[in-house]
C-alpha cells in the first residue's frame, strides 16, 4: 500500500514538471487562446467563461512590465521566466503537487491596457486557481503595489 502511494505521488510529481511553456512569435500582438478546458483566462477571450478584464496601463510599456516584475516578485511562489517588449511570463508554481501555471501580460498601447492570460500546463480543471489569481493582480495592480 505504502509503495503505491509513493508510486502515486512520485507520478504527480513528474507530470506536474511536464507540460510546455506558451509559445508565443516575437512581436505578436495577441496572446494564446484559451483551449476549451477551464484551467485558463483571458483578457483577450470571447468566451464569458474564459473571459477577464485586462489591467489598466499606467505610463509606458517598459514602465508597466517593470511594475508587473515587481508585483510578480512579491508573489509566493512565482518567478519572471521571459521578458520581450511589451511583454512579461511569469510561472507560479502550487504549494504541494508542484504544477506550473504560466501568467502572460502584454501591453497594448493603444488600447491602455494590458492583456493578462493565466494557464495551467497541465490537466483540465484548476479548481479556479488561475481565475483567483487573475483577480488578485488585479486588486494588487488597482492599490498601486
Not at 506536474?16 to 483571458?42: D, H
Not at 492570460?117 to 484548476?126: K, N, T
Request: hydrophobic share 45%; proline share 7%.
Amino acid at each position: 500500500m505504502k509503495i503505491t502511494l509513493l508510486a502515486a505521488a512520485a507520478a504527480l510529481l513528474c507530470v506536474a514538471c511536464a507540460g510546455t511553456t506558451p509559445q508565443r512569435q516575437a512581436g505578436s500582438p495577441a496572446l494564446a487562446p484559451c483551449p476549451s478546458s477551464p484551467n485558463c483566462v483571458s483578457s483577450l477571450d470571447p468566451d464569458p467563461s474564459h473571459r477577464v478584464d485586462p489591467l489598466p496601463l499606467r505610463g509606458a510599456a517598459n514602465a508597466g512590465i517593470a511594475d508587473l516584475k515587481r508585483l510578480v516578485a512579491g508573489m509566493p511562489r512565482a518567478r519572471v521566466a521571459a521578458e520581450g517588449s511589451g511583454y512579461l511570463r511569469a510561472e507560479f508554481k502550487s504549494l504541494i503537487f508542484r504544477f506550473v501555471d504560466d501568467v502572460e501580460f502584454l501591453v497594448d498601447e493603444a488600447a491602455g491596457v494590458i492583456h493578462i492570460r493565466s494557464a495551467s500546463r497541465v490537466g483540465s480543471s484548476d479548481l479556479g486557481v488561475n481565475r483567483s489569481r487573475v483577480e488578485q493582480i488585479h486588486r494588487i495592480w488597482a492599490a498601486g503595489r
